[in-house]
C-alpha cells in the first residue's frame, strides 16, 4: 500500500515539473514575438526620431554664410569702382545740375534717380566731400545731345542736354534725376560717369541699365557691360513713385 502511494505521488511530482516548464516556455515565446529587441529599439529610435540638431541644420536653418554671401555678393559695392572706357560722346566742360535735374531740357520719358556716395578707397566708411561726378547718357530714343564730343563752348546751349554734374555734400551723398536711356546699335542701356576729387584718381565708369522686353542689345550680349562687375548691372526699386537705384563709388588717394 506504501509503494503504490509513494507511486502516486512520484507521478504527481513529474507533472507538476512538466506543466511549470511548459508555462516556462510559453513566457518566452510570447517575450520573443511581441517585444523588439533592445537593438531593434535602438534601430527604430535612430530611424524616426532624427536628432532636431542635424533636421533644424539640414532643413529649416541654411548656413548663414551661405545665405549672407548669396545676399551681398549682388550688391557688394567693395573694391575700387572698375574703369571703362568714356565712349565717343564725352563732352567736357558741362554745368552743375540745378537740383540734380539732368533732364533739364525736358525730353520725353521715364522719369528715374540715380543716387549714392563716394567713399575713400577700396572698403571703409570715409567719406569723399566735394567729389565732382559728371553724368551723360543717350535720350529714350538712343541719340545723345550733342551726338559728338570736344569741349561745351563748341555746341549751343540748346545742343547739350543729359548731360552734366553734381558735388557731393559733406557725408559723400549724391543724387540726380534723369530718364531712363536708350540703347544704340552696339550698346545696351547705360549711364556714363566720370568721378573725381582732390586728392583722389579720378575714374570714368558706366552704370549699366536693365534692358527692356523688345531690346535688341541685352547687358549679356554687350562686351562692355561684361566687362564690369556685377555691382555695375544695378536694379530699381520704386520710391515715391520713381524708379530708384542707388550706386556707390570708391576711389583710391593719389
Known amino acids: 500500500m506504501k509503494k503504490h502511494s509513494l507511486f502516486i505521488l512520484s507521478i504527481l511530482a513529474v507533472m507538476l515539473i512538466l506543466g511549470a516548464c511548459s508555462n516556462n516556455n510559453s513566457s518566452e515565446s510570447a517575450t520573443g514575438s511581441d517585444a523588439p529587441s533592445a537593438e531593434e529599439t535602438s534601430t527604430a529610435s535612430t530611424t524616426t526620431e532624427p536628432s532636431a540638431t542635424s533636421s533644424a541644420s539640414a532643413s529649416t536653418e541654411p548656413s548663414a554664410t551661405s545665405s549672407a554671401s548669396a545676399s551681398t555678393e549682388a550688391a557688394d559695392d567693395s573694391g575700387l569702382t572698375k574703369e571703362v572706357t568714356q565712349g565717343p560722346y564725352y563732352v567736357t566742360g558741362t554745368s552743375e545740375l540745378t537740383d540734380g535735374n539732368l533732364n533739364y531740357e525736358n525730353l520725353t520719358g521715364t522719369k528715374i534717380k540715380v543716387q549714392g556716395y563716394v567713399y575713400a578707397g577700396a572698403t571703409g566708411t570715409t567719406p569723399v566731400a566735394g567729389a565732382m561726378i559728371e553724368v551723360w547718357h543717350a535720350d529714350d530714343n538712343g541719340s545723345y545731345h550733342p551726338n559728338g564730343n570736344g ?17 557731393t555734400d559733406e557725408k559723400g551723398y549724391y543724387e540726380y534725376a534723369t530718364i531712363y536711356p536708350g540703347e544704340y546699335t552696339g550698346r545696351t ?12 584718381k579720378g575714374v570714368i565708369t558706366q552704370l549699366i541699365i536693365p534692358s527692356l522686353d523688345g531690346d535688341q542689345m541685352p547687358a549679356d ?14 536694379t530699381f526699386t520704386d520710391v515715391d513713385g520713381v524708379p530708384t537705384t542707388t550706386f556707390n563709388y570708391r576711389i583710391a588717394p593719389n
Open 151 to 167: 569741349p561745351a563752348t563748341d555746341y549751343g546751349a540748346d545742343e547739350i542736354s543729359l548731360r552734366g554734374y553734381v558735388l
Open 189 to 200: 542701356r547705360h549711364i556714363h560717369t566720370n568721378t573725381t576729387a582732390d586728392g583722389y
Open 221 to 234: 550680349q554687350d562686351n562692355i557691360a561684361q566687362s564690369l562687375p556685377a555691382y555695375n548691372q544695378v
